[in-house]
């Protein structure tokens, strides 16, 4: 008995064997191809017999804009630091960082004790030269006074001198007389020359006097003026930025004591490429987006271009100016893009339609190293050419013809074509392998006819 279900037992296994080898064989004959010929075939042949399937495009005209974005620091659009005039000690600052400032508000007030008496004392000079003007000018008033006594003797003289020649004539006088006459109107002559020189000595004087009292009215008010830089008033209107000295500290002429900014509008400085500079002009708009206030795009303005680069970094400075709503402070960071003007109109196509004969593997490699590399514009004269695959024919015997293309700007993934490709050719915008001249091609349900792409876009 026991052997009997022994004998059952190796019946079952030889009947399982059988049936096993016969389902492999059975799957041998559905694929129609042996081991010997599967060993036999070069690897990856399987997976890339047949047509490669591809997106197909129609090539059209557009215009590519790039807006690029730069960081920058928000400021004030004027920062000034107001400084002591005097010397003396600082009795009071009425303002703290932060505080609110108009134009011409008292912010401070030095100890003026000794200016104000150095105002008195010159006005008390200007006191004694006017009194010299007066004293002068009655000198003046007292030549005119003998000019007038000589002028009077000198008519006497001659009308004395008139009757003695007529005495002389009938012979009434003697010759000696009238001699005498005549002296006596000489001196009368060189009296009133004298008397008149004096006068305008005099006048000479007080002139002089004048200007003495002018020129102390001038020290009066250079000393006043000193006086009144004991008063510190703000220049702008705006926030005070920093507090640098304390009330009851002495300051110099020059010490530092308040920094003021002009918040009425913001100033935000960005380093750019040298390759933007001839794309960048003065009053040009930008957008600038804050960190601050992330829900909101702010407008501004160029309103500097600087004319010197750095020598190393070959960066150009530019300064943006915008208005403030009245929240925006300084140091905030500020990324500011500026509308670059659209190239000319030529044909657009995407910049992966240039790596169709590339392998997958190797275009995701590709992009993962671009991803790091932020000067990709840099490098532009170094694939200024590529190849494009254009589509021949349609439905089964579709194939592709490789086309040398003439590159030019890119942006936004996409990249204009100059030359090598017009308007309406069909190419491969993407293909599931790398592709080579003539090979045969499959369009995908996602390729567009040139009459679709037309009435589409």
Do not use: H, W
């Not at 593997?361 to 991803?371: S, V």
């Amino acid at each position: 008995m026991r052997r009997i279900i022994q004998l059952r037992g190796s019946l079952t296994a030889i009947a399982l064997s059988a049936i096993l080898a016969g389902s492999l064989g059975l799957l041998a004959g559905c694929n129609g191809t042996s081991k010997a010929e599967a060993e036999s075939r070069p690897r990856g042949e399987g997976q890339n017999s047949g047509p490669a399937a591809v997106d197909a495009a129609t090539a059209q005209v557009g215009a590519i804009e790039q807006a690029r974005e730069y960081t920058g620091t928000t400021q004030p659009f004027r920062e000034v630091s107001l400084r002591s005039q005097a010397e003396g000690q600082l009795l009071n600052l009425s303002v703290d960082v932060g505080d609110a400032v108009t134009q011409g508000q008292t912010l401070g007030q030095l100890d003026s004790g000794v200016l104000s008496a150095a105002v008195t004392e010159a006005q008390a000079e200007v006191a004694a030269r006017e009194s010299e003007v007066a004293s002068a000018q009655t000198e003046v008033s007292d030549a005119r006074t003998e000019v007038e006594r000589a002028r009077i003797t000198l008519q006497q003289a001659q009308s004395d001198l008139r009757r003695q020649q007529q005495l002389l004539r009938d012979g009434a006088i003697a010759e000696r007389d009238v001699e005498a006459s005549q002296t006596q109107v000489g001196t009368a002559q060189q009296a009133l020359r004298s008397a008149r020189e004096r006068v305008g000595t005099r006048q000479q004087a007080v002139t002089a006097a004048q200007r003495r009292v002018a020129a102390q009215q001038a020290v009066v008010a250079q000393q006043q003026e000193r006086q009144s830089f004991t008063v510190v008033r703000s220049p702008v209107t705006g926030a005070v930025l920093q507090r640098v000295t304390e009330p009851g500290n002495l300051v110099q002429p020059g010490s530092e004591l308040l920094r003021v900014g002009d918040f009425s509008q913001i100033k935000i400085t960005a380093q750019v490429s040298e390759l933007e500079l001839g794309n960048l002009r003065v009053g040009q708009p930008v957008q600038v987006r804050l960190d601050a206030f992330p829900n909101q795009t702010f407008s501004g303005r160029v309103s500097r271009v600087s004319p010197a680069a750095d020598p190393t970094a070959r960066l150009v400075p530019i300064e943006v100016t915008m208005p403030n709503n009245g929240r925006i402070g300084s140091g905030l960071l500020a990324r500011v893009s500026f509308n670059q003007r659209p190239t000319a109109r030529r044909v657009v196509v995407p910049e992966m339609a240039l790596r169709a004969n590339e392998d997958p593997k190797a275009r995701q490699k590709q992009d993962n190293q671009n991803q790091g590399n932020q000067n990709q514009q840099s490098n532009r004269s170094q694939r200024d050419m590529g190849t494009i695959f254009v589509v021949e024919e349609s439905g089964d015997g579709a194939k592709v013809r490789a086309r040398q293309v003439t590159l030019g700007d890119r942006g936004d993934g996409e990249v204009e074509v100059i030359s090598g490709l017009k308007a309406g050719d069909q190419f491969v915008a993407r293909s599931n392998r790398a592709l080579k001249d003539g090979d045969s091609v499959r369009l995908s349900v996602l390729s567009k006819q040139p009459n679709q792409q037309r009435s589409g876009g």
